[in-house]
């Protein structure tokens, strides 16, 4: 428990605030490490956003390093009601007439109504269930699962091609097993007559779907699918199929998707940029006391080889051996501004060499291979740019907390010590003030003597 102080009731001084005030002096090289320590996570924070920088130019890199990227797909359909579609660069490019005949669906039945789905009351034997061909399967009830519930789960346990549940139609005997197959291609059975005794009737199914394989036509070809998604149909294209109505045609046009090879390199661009003009903001707030990053030589390292790898000219057998043929022009501020006249000529008279120059060709590197290879070094979440230097200005931040926390504990005790050299000051100050009035009044006690002679 602290002690009680009186600050100044016999010296007649503010020992408080002059022990704060002598603290607070003695508290500036503490001062100064969080100056220090804020500063590092700074750094450590500007390190971080860096990274972002680099990890999303990779990412659109990666878009321009193979062919299946540049050479895109764009596929249109003349009418979305009846199917959806989406398309590799493996389509060929033309135009389809598509029909979809009948849709992929599976066989559903459903029982009579029963009063109760937890009772009791179905008699025990056996439930044979088949599914095409294949053999029946067996499905055992007995006193502990005789009830609708219990057949339910019975027939779901028994993994027999068709699930089943229970529904609740809302009239006078409600409760009805529907079972749903799993196979598109095959339909199934339930024979009852396995079961004996029961005051229900044994169970019996009316068809309420069958099943049918998905039907398609393609330029007059009949196609066949177990699902309504249909690949393999159009080589490189994806049909989901929405709805069918036999007679009636969707147009699908195949084409090369040119605006999208542009826009994978007009974000090549940007993140170029994005990357660039965070190195240069950097070395610019560097003379105005700015810049917290701005003396690590580090940034301007990966600033140096983006900007080679931009330049390079490559040995390869198409027309274009440097970005710069492609449109792509340095600005002054080291910025890469896009002249999409000259870039949209390349890729609409030339695409073949667009494709060498940016993904490369046989054993030869395209420049976004050789981008990309950079910066996954320099991302790399154990060895790259970021990681070192989070490990160092981590090992800093403790030792600054090491020194702070020790600082902390040395002037807490200098305060103790400061305070009890004050009160140890004010007990002997209100002794002597204590001598002084006892002097003082026994000197009055003599004058007082003196005067009465």
């Known amino acids: 428990m602290s002690s009680i102080t009186f600050s100044g009731l016999s010296s007649g001084l503010d020992t408080d605030n002059i022990v704060k005030e002598l ?3 003695e508290k500036r090289p503490i001062t100064r490490l969080q100056g220090d320590k804020e500063w590092m996570n700074n750094r450590l924070k500007a390190f971080t956003s860096f990274d972002t920088k680099l990890n999303s130019f990779l990412s659109k890199i990666e878009k321009l390093d193979s062919s299946e990227d540049i050479r895109s797909k764009k596929a249109t359909l003349s009418s979305e009601e009846f199917l959806s579609v989406s398309s590799s660069s493996e389509a060929n490019a033309g135009r389809y007439d598509i029909e ?10 459903v029982t009579q109504g029963y009063a109760d789905q937890t009772a009791s009351e179905f008699g025990t034997g056996t439930l044979s269930i088949s599914v095409g061909s294949e053999a029946p399967v067996e499905v055992s009830i007995d006193e502990t699962n005789n009830s609708l519930e219990g057949i339910k789960e019975a027939i779901n346990q028994a993994e027999a091609g068709v699930t089943a549940t229970v529904i609740n139609d809302g009239t006078a005997n409600p409760y009805r097993l529907v079972l749903t197959g799993e196979d598109t291609a095959d339909g199934f059975t339930l024979d009852s007559s396995g079961l004996s005794g029961g005051t229900y009737a044994n169970p019996s199914l009316t068809e309420t779907q069958s099943a049918q394989q998905a ?3 393609v330029d007059n070809i009949d196609i066949y699918s ?8 159009i080589e490189g294209v994806t049909l989901d199929l929405l709805k069918s109505e036999a007679g009636t045609t969707t147009s699908l046009e195949v084409d090369l998707d040119k605006a999208s090879i542009q826009g994978l390199i007009d974000e090549f661009v940007s993140g170029y940029n994005e990357v660039v003009s965070f190195v240069s903001n950097q070395s610019q707030m560097e003379g105005s006391g700015g810049g917290v990053l701005s003396g690590d030589s580090g940034l301007n390292v990966v600033k140096r080889r983006l900007q080679n790898l931009l330049t390079t000219r ?3 057998s198409g027309t274009f051996t440097a970005l710069s043929e492609l449109g792509l022009e340095t600005q002054r501020d080291g910025s890469l501004s896009v002249d999409s006249t000259t870039l949209g000529e390349a890729i609409e008279n030339d695409l073949d060499s667009v494709e060498k120059l940016l993904a490369g060709e046989d054993d030869s590197q395209g420049i976004a291979v050789q981008f990309q290879n950079y910066l996954e070094d320099i991302t790399d979440s154990r060895d790259g740019f970021l990681a070192g230097r989070e490990t160092s200005i981590q090992n800093n931040i403790s030792r600054i907390e090491t020194d702070i926390e020790r600082m902390q504990d040395r002037l807490a005790k ?3 010590t400061l305070r009890a050299q004050f009160m140890a000051m004010e007990q002997m100050m209100s002794q002597l003030n204590a001598q ?3 002097l003082t009044q026994q000197m009055d006690s ?3 003597i003196g005067s009465k002679d």
Do not use: P, Y
Request: negative net charge; hydrophobic residues 35%; aromatic residues 2%.
């Open 100 to 109: 979809v005949v009948d849709l992929a669906q599976v066989e559903k039945s």
């Open 414 to 416: 200098r305060e103790e």
């Open 215 to 217: 039907h398609i036509r």
């Open 314 to 316: 490559l040995d390869n």
């Open 436 to 438: 002084q009035d006892f």
């Open 446 to 448: 003599i004058s007082k």
């Open 226 to 233: 177990d699902s309504n998604t249909v690949s393999g149909a």
């Open 23 to 25: 603290m607070n002096i």
